[in-house]
């Protein structure tokens, strides 16, 4: 299995401001996601994270809001830009050997915007 | 029809007794589908993997995967106060360039002492 880091693990940040996410994977991993995770709600996926182009993103989330990189294959970061209070969440990071095999997920970044 | 449902629950069983949790999926093509356990304020962890029908158990734990009713299932045996948590269904979706993981609203589940 993979043991993966996320940091910071919460924040607190105010209106207009970015905060990136960064995620480390203790091994190789062919795929990286970032996923959010509103109060009382399940995950929904934000994109996946794919090595040196860009990340490929889900209805409903576009790159200027939520720009991603991963220079290599065990590090990711998520900006979420110009943030509002709609945007506090938690932010969780997952990697896996492909999206047919097991994800193992980072402990989450919680983040409230005021 | 939501891609993944689940039960919302919340599920009560009292301790030593089994808790069912069931899981229905739309792809018919889908091939992996997934268990994740939540505790409150943690990140999901998972519980089972299942490929293929039939039942699948590890420990307390049994997935049963029907693929031609699209349903997929988990069974708690003796269940504990520490089984208490969010339960969450995972399904790989297949699309024509790529395929991704969906996840289920989860279904809480409560064991009573």
Redesign the interface.
Known sequence: SAVISQKPSRDICQRGTSLTIQCQVDSQVTMM?WYRQQPG?????IA?ANQGSEA?Y?SGFVIDKFPISRPNLTFSTLTVSNMSPEDSSIY?CSGGQG??????????TRLLVL | QKEVEQNSGPLSVPEGAIASLNCTYSDRVSQSFFWYRQYSGKSPELIMSIYSNGDKEDGRFTAQLNKASQYVSLLIRDSQPSDSATYLCAVNRVKTSYDKVIFGPGTSLSVIP
Request: aromatic share 16%; proline share 5%.
């Open positions: 996601f709600q399940s995950l929904t996926l996946t490929t889900e969780l999206v047919r095999e097991t994800q193992y997920f980072g402990p989450g």
